[in-house]
Each structure stands twice: as C-alpha cells, then as structure tokens.
C-alpha cells in the first residue's frame, strides 16, 4: 500500500518537480523494487484530482479524467503506469480515489498533523481550540444553496477498510481496478463550520476570503461500485461524527469529550 505521495495542490503548481520527482520517480522505483521481489499487488493511494473540473456530480468511475494541476496529473501517471504493469507483467494494482480524507483513529493514536495545515476541518478546530483566531472561507459566491464549496468528507477508518476490502480482492485473484471512495454525502464549508461549533460547543469565528484557484464549486464521490463489488460500506459518514474524531485528536490529551 503505497501512501507516501505528497497531496498539496497548490504546492504542486508552484513546484511541479517536487511533485513529479516524488509522487512519480520515486513510485516507480516502488515499483520496480517490487518487480524485483516478485510482489504483484499494489494498493495505490489516488485522488479525485484526476478528473479535473468534474462534467457531472456524483463523479463515477466513468467520468472523463482531465486533471487541471501537476498534483491530480502525477496521479494520473501513476494509475496508467500501473494498467501497464499490469498488462506487461501481471502486476496487480487497486486505485482507490480519495475524496476529503478526514477524522483521526477512534482511538487517537493516529490523526492529522500537516506541518503547514492547509485542511479546512483541522483548520475549522483548531479556530474552536484557540490555536487559531479565525477560518478563511474560500469563495462566498459559489453556485450552491448556501454559496460555499461542496465537499465529500471520507473518515479515515473507513478509508482503512477500504484498503482492507481491496487488499483481500487483490489475494483472492481479482483483477485491476479503480474505485471512486467518498460518502456520497456532499457538505458545504458553512455546514462543516456549523457542525463544528455544534460538536465543540464553541463558537468558531470565520471571515470571507476570495476564491481558492482550482477549487471546484462541488466535488463529490459516487461510491457505488466499491460498495457493490467489494461489499464496502463506511461506518463514519455523518459529518458530526467525522469532526468529533477530528476534534478528539486535536484536543488529546487537553480535554475528556
Ligand atoms: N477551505 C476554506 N478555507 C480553508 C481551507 C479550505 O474555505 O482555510 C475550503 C476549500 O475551498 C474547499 C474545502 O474547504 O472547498 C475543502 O478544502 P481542503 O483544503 O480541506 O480539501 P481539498 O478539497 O482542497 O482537497
């Protein structure tokens, strides 16, 4: 399972190379390292960013794939390099494509920490926690029923039994494939400031900030062939639920919630 790609969009269009250099070169050195060793499965860790400007929402696994910046591009590449490993050599890959991957580990061993935070949940709790004064919002004039982006939060253990379920097809014999991994739940900024002052029982101070570039008015997952074909189903996905992981990982150690 391959996870050591770096992820910051914006980061990548300001240094392309950094992000060709690691979430490609470096991949498939993996990759050959694993040829070497005669390991033929992959689990790969990809994104909604290969689609680019979604045509339709929810975005299935039909959807043309056009991304828009060198991140979504570098994990393009990969996906393709692995349809023809597996074609030259058998190697079998599974490419999960993650939409928001947020919460922490029930158990707070493990959760966020970016060292520039850059995640509008984290970011939103830690305004709650008093780390931080304010939140930005991104665009207050977006198309949308409260005119802030739409997003599709995926909790992190439910991104991990995905891995699971996909490690287990891959053993059995299964074939290559692609999956879209999201809720199929979209929530807006607003909501997700919402719930967070509701989880936290604080308030969370926000102020309108212009458009991200390249942020999408909604990005959502249709999940619907994982869910079929691996029986997948996530556990996590009300939004309340996910920010209350995310806000015991942010307070471990402060605060019995
Ligand atoms: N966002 C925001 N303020 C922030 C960070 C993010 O309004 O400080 C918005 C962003 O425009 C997007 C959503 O929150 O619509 C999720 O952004 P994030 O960076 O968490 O994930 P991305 O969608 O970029 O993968």
């Known amino acids: 399972m391959h996870f050591a ?25 993996l990759l050959d390292a694993m040829q070497a060793h005669g390991v033929k499965n992959f689990i790969f860790s990809s994104s909604a960013a290969i689609f680019g400007e979604p045509r339709y929402t929810p975005i299935d696994e039909r959807h043309p ?26 190697m079998k890959s599974v490419c999960l494509r993650y939409l928001n991957a947020a919460g922490a580990d029930p158990e707070v061993q493990l959760g966020e920490r970016h060292d520039l935070e850059t995640h509008l949940i ?28 739409i997003r ?3 909790h992190v253990q439910d991104l991990c039994s995905a891995h699971w379920l996909a490690l287990q097809s891959l053993m059995s014999g299964s074939d290559s494939q692609a999956y879209n991994l999201g809720n199929g739940n979209g929530f807006s900024v607003q909501e997700v400031i919402d719930a967070a002052e509701q989880v936290t029982g604080r308030k969370i101070a926000s102020v ?7 942020d999408p008015a909604v990005l959502v ?14 556990q996590y996905s009300d939004l309340s639920t996910i920010i209350k992981y995310a806000w015991k990982w942010e307070t471990r150690g402060t605060l019995e919630i």
């Open 122 to 149: 984290p970011l939103v709790l830690q305004v709650a926690s008093g780390r931080r004064k304010n939140i930005s919002v991104f665009g207050r004039d977006y198309g949308t029923p409260d005119v802030t982006c």
């Open 208 to 214: 309108n900030s212009p458009r991200r570039e390249g």
């Open 152 to 154: 599709d939060y995926i």
């Open 221 to 234: 997952a249709d999940s619907a062939l994982i869910r079929e074909r691996l029986g997948w189903t996530p």
């Open 65 to 90: 794939q056009q991304p828009i910046n060198p991140y979504g591009r570098t994990k393009l590449i990969v996906e393709q390099v692995q349809a023809d490993y597996d074609k030259a050599y058998g």
């Open 5 to 29: 790609s770096f992820i910051q969009v914006g980061e990548s269009v300001q240094n392309p190379d950094k992000y060709y250099q690691n979430n490609v070169a470096n991949t498939l050195v």
